[in-house]
């Protein structure tokens, strides 16, 4: 089974950065893509970020493109998104999820998601 647990979110000011992580657990993480969306409340669950088994392919959202890094530590099974020139618009709950194919990954196609970590960023 596998198991996705977000961390590191948290209250920020616009213009600030922000590393939020998630440790996966189950399988063998190495092997597999990972990636990142959020949710703003009243809102859909929109793609952030997504990354490669081997790290070298990363695809980020447009409106993330040049602020926010994905990245991965294969050893510690961990990914990592941070986040930087926040604006209050990035506030959401951010989640992680994983699958085999980094295509299914990036549009949300995989039933492997953590629980979320909640990001506000002020004005």
């Known amino acids: 089974q596998v198991q996705l647990v977000e961390s590191g979110g948290g209250l920020v000011q616009a213009g600030g950065s922000l590393r939020v992580s998630c440790a996966a657990s189950?399988?063998?993480?190495?092997?597999?893509?990972m990636g990142w969306f959020r949710q703003a409340p009243g809102k859909e669950r929109d793609f952030v970020a997504a990354?490669?088994?081997?790290?070298?392919?990363?695809y980020y959202a447009d409106s993330v493109k040049g602020r926010f890094i994905i990245s991965r530590d294969n050893a510690k099974n961990t990914v990592y998104l941070q986040m930087n020139s926040l604006k209050p618009e990035d506030t959401a709950v951010y989640y992680c999820?994983?699958?085999?194919?980094?295509?299914?990954?990036?549009?949300?196609?995989?039933?492997?998601w953590g629980q979320g970590t909640q990001v506000t960023v002020s004005s």
């Open positions: 189950g399988r063998t993480f190495s092997s597999y893509a």
């Open positions: 990354i490669s088994w081997s790290g070298g392919t990363t």
């Open positions: 999820t994983t699958n085999e194919f980094l295509s299914r990954v990036r549009v949300g196609g995989s039933p492997y």
